[in-house]
């Protein structure tokens, strides 16, 4: 499978993972545990692995988010964090 290839089909599962966690979110009973915390975990996961292998070339088969975090070149970090604070501001009415 061509490199491009991969890495939109790890990012379309991840956007699936984190849609479905926003759906669920909120619907499910506490008591029977989180589900939608853990698929936006898997969400990030794959996210954190795509990342990863567009820097590198490889998936890395570790499930230590900080370890893959450290894989990524500092560019790819900074530019991961400053995406992740405009995500983060409340959307304006």
């Known amino acids: 499978?061509?490199?491009?290839?991969?890495?939109?089909?790890?990012?379309?599962?991840?956007?699936?993972y984190e849609r479905s966690a926003r759906l669920l979110a909120g619907k499910v009973d506490?008591?029977?545990?989180?589900?939608?915390?853990?698929?936006?975990?898997?969400?990030?996961?794959?996210?954190?692995?795509?990342?990863?292998?567009?820097?590198?070339?490889?998936?890395?088969?570790?499930h230590e988010y900080r370890r893959i975090w450290q894989i990524l070149p500092r560019q790819t970090r900074d530019d991961v964090l400053r995406r992740s604070k405009l995500r983060a501001q409340p959307e304006k009415s």
């Not at 996961?45 to 292998?53: M, T, Y």
């Open 1 to 16: 499978m061509e490199r491009i290839e991969l890495a939109k089909r790890m990012m379309a599962s991840a956007a699936d």
């Open 30 to 62: 506490p008591r029977y545990g989180e589900a939608s915390a853990h698929l936006s975990i898997l969400a990030l996961e794959i996210a954190l692995k795509c990342a990863s292998f567009l820097a590198t070339g490889h998936v890395p088969r570790s």
